[in-house]
């Protein structure tokens, strides 16, 4: 029979062993940190509400059985990053059921939908979340293995309006307007339609198709993405590749006129509400049941989080419900990481608190080092705070001291000195422009 050692022998034991410490990839959140974060999650509930949205709060941890169906055994998430466990009911027990801390919430909210029989209600279910999920991938700046989640469905049956392009455009339109009450600076929101599910299997063979006789030039990663999930080859960062990636098919050229029109719909409404955007034909999501809108707000370099700028995404949904045993319901839903979110408000508050020079005059080699020089001496004649580089910076270190010292970074190679021409990359607005010799000063006043 096992006993607890008495507490002079785990104070010995902690002696011993050293001081315990949290579990890689988790931390503590403190004062005055938790303020931040209580406002964050305070904002959230104040424009949900306004939205007639409702909090539900799912288990942390479900049967194994509804993330793999719901996500898909051949996901990563699923097959690599879960934590999974047998929970027997006695110790000596040969019976027992898989449990897993969840993953992602999508799925469980489907379930309590379908459990509680939210369908025979006939009405649309908004329905948001904010909670913690587990995922074993390496932890790194914004990622951990526990990490929160600000997310929220949209869905009910057909007749109940589920699968309308106004939902889609009304999602899109409050979560720019929880981003503008939280202050978060200089985000874009990119989307595209992922097509019916009739549109994608036509796609998708089309994608196989082309990749056949390129895949084998692609990194590892694309080369059996191209084999099991060819949808997730489109948003590959892997830099070797993008040449390949850019002449792909693109999955506009095979929508069928309803998912067309849903399309135009969307964007149509978002247009009356003012909300700015991007068609990026390259986004995709890589499970089956996603179809038409989807959508990720992202913010710019400098932000918190890296060159990684995602800062939350979703989209439409058809057939998760069937999938996990329930009614036909469509839907639309997002997650927000809300550590990345909290990273981003947080370098942008430091960067608003930091007095910053106009520009950062970049030369892109040492024999472009004196023209730099000559241009920075011009640029603060104009009255302009300038720092000046080294033609033996790499363009990332150059990048890197330029992000932290300056609004601005005007580059400064041969092509420009040749033509007058610069290259002005904007950080806040995460946008570059090509600026000529004579209206340069008044293009960096303008902008800082």
Not at 97 to 110: D, F, I, K, W, Y
Not at 191 to 218: H, I
């Amino acid at each position: 029979m096992l006993r607890a050692p008495k507490s002079g022998a785990i104070f010995a034991t902690l002696i011993i062993m050293g001081i315990l410490k949290a579990v890689r990839g988790t931390r503590d959140l403190l004062p005055p940190e938790t303020v931040l974060w209580n406002r964050v999650e305070a904002t959230a509930r104040a424009v949900f509400a306004r939205y007639g949205f409702g909090e539900i709060r799912t288990p942390i941890f479900e049967d194994t059985a509804l993330f793999a169906r719901g996500v898909g055994e051949e996901t990563d998430i699923v097959s690599k990053e879960m934590y999974t466990w047998d929970d027997r009911a006695r110790a000596d027990s040969d019976s027992a059921q898989s449990l897993t801390l969840r993953p992602e919430n999508t799925a469980g909210v489907v379930r309590a939908y379908i459990e509680h029989k939210l369908a025979d209600t006939g009405m649309l279910q908004k329905l948001f979340y904010i909670g913690p999920q587990f995922r074993r991938e390496r932890p790194q700046r914004g990622r951990y293995r526990q990490f929160w989640q600000i997310g929220a469905e949209v869905l009910g049956p057909a007749w109940s309006g589920s699968d309308s392009p106004l939902r889609d455009a009304e999602v899109l339109e409050m979560l720019s307007t929880f981003l503008n009450e939280l202050g978060v600076k200089g985000w874009k929101l990119e989307l595209n339609s992922v097509g019916s599910s009739t549109d994608r299997p036509r796609y998708v063979a089309a994608l196989r198709e082309a990749l056949a006789p390129v895949k084998a030039r692609m990194s590892a990663d694309n080369q059996r993405r191209a084999e099991t999930n060819p949808l997730r080859v489109l948003d590959s960062k892997d830099a070797g590749d993008q040449e390949i990636i850019d002449g792909l098919p693109r999955i506009a050229d095979f929508l069928d006129d309803a998912s067309r029109e849903h399309f135009a719909q969307v964007l149509a409404a978002l247009d009356a509400c003012g909300v700015a955007y991007t068609v990026n034909p390259r986004l995709v999501r890589g499970l089956d049941y996603y179809t038409r809108t989807t959508f990720e707000f992202t913010v710019p370099d400098g932000s918190g989080l890296g060159t990684q700028n995602a800062l939350l995404g979703g989209g439409r949904y058809d057939g998760l419900s069937e999938m996990l045993g329930g009614p036909k319901a469509p839907g639309i839903g997002f997650a927000i990481g809300e550590d990345r979110l909290i990273l981003t408000l947080q370098a942008q508050a430091e960067a608003a608190s930091e007095p910053k020079l106009d520009a950062f005059v970049a030369p892109m080699g040492i024999a472009q080092n004196a023209a730099a020089l000559v241009l920075a001496k011009d640029l603060r004649a104009a009255g302009l705070a300038i720092e000046v580089g080294d033609g033996s910076f790499r363009l990332k270190k150059s990048f890197e001291a330029a992000d932290k010292l300056a609004r601005q970074m005007v580059i400064v190679g041969e092509n420009e000195i040749t033509t007058g021409i610069f290259t002005v990359k904007h950080f806040e607005a995460g946008e570059q422009t090509k600026v000529g010799r004579d209206a340069l000063v008044e293009a960096l006043r303008t902008k800082s």
